[in-house]
């Protein structure tokens, strides 16, 4: 069990960098491995990346590759999502999940998920 909170999203323009954070709450949050899907308007939530419980382990959707970086803080209980280039297609609200699995790429692989964050990049 456990419940996340994003933060950090914002309107930035394109080229831009932004910093997501998702904060867990519960004992076992290292246990888990943790993702950032995100979702824009008439599209199907998707994979953005995935990050294992030790930190070690990390897995990018290539439409993000070389700009996003994911990383967790375990005694923190937080995982963040390091954003740079931003682009106008990076528009969504992005939410962070925590999984049992190690570091997987689908959505139904998460058992839990925050509430969201909008990221609007502007041109």
């Known amino acids: 069990q456990v419940q996340l909170v994003e933060s950090g999203g914002g309107l930035v323009q394109a080229g831009g960098s932004l910093r997501l954070s998702c904060a867990a709450s519960?004992?076992?949050?290292?246990?888990?491995?943790m993702g950032w899907f995100r979702q824009a308007p008439g599209k199907e939530r998707e994979f953005v990346a995935t990050?294992?419980?030790?930190?070690?382990?990390?897995i990018y959707a290539d439409s993000v590759k070389g700009r996003f970086t994911i990383s967790r803080d375990n005694a923190k209980s937080t995982v963040y999502l390091q954003m740079h280039n931003l682009k106008s297609e990076d528009t969504a609200v992005y939410y962070c999940a925590s999984s049992r699995f190690s570091a997987p790429t689908r959505t139904g692989s998460y058992s839990d998920w925050g509430q969201g964050t909008q990221v609007t990049v502007s041109l």
């Open positions: 990050i294992s419980w030790s930190g070690g382990n990390t």
């Open positions: 519960g004992r076992t949050f290292s246990t888990y491995s």
